[in-house]
């Protein structure tokens, strides 16, 4: 049965960081894309960003893109999304995904598995 668990999430100032983790399990994690995705109150999910299976690539949304690095160790079948210079228009759950294709997606109905996200929200 695969698991992915999301850790990492919580109350934090606009502004400060926070590193969320995504533990995986029962799935060849080395063979899966990666992605992690977010979801308002009252909006659709949303892609954050991807990276390869490798961690030699990395994809990210344009509202994201200089603060929010994503990256993965293998060995520890973890993804990460290292959060910085938060806003509170960050303020969302965020899922962890994984799909086993190559190319790069964003529509989260490509995604084969999901963790059950966890809650950040940023303060002004």
């Known amino acids: 049965q695969v698991q992915l668990v999301e850790s990492g999430g919580g109350l934090v100032q606009a502004?400060?960081?926070?590193?969320l983790s995504c533990a995986a399990s029962g799935l060849t994690f080395g063979a899966y894309t990666m992605a992690w995705f977010r979801q308002a109150p009252g909006k659709e999910r949303e892609f954050v960003a991807s990276i390869s299976r490798s961690g030699s690539n990395t994809y990210l949304a344009d509202s994201v893109k200089g603060r929010f690095p994503i990256s993965r160790d293998n060995a520890k079948n973890t993804v990460y999304l290292q959060m910085n210079s938060l806003k509170p228009e960050?303020?969302?759950?965020?899922?962890?995904a994984a799909y086993i294709e190559r190319r790069f997606k964003t529509d989260p109905s490509n995604m084969d598995y999901w963790g059950k996200g966890t809650?950040?929200?940023?303060s002004s």
Do not use: H, I, K, P
Request: proline share 0%; aromatic share 12%; charged share 10%.
């Open 15 to 19: 502004g400060g960081s926070l590193r």
């Open 90 to 96: 960050d303020t969302a759950v965020y899922y962890c």
């Open 119 to 122: 809650l950040v929200t940023v």
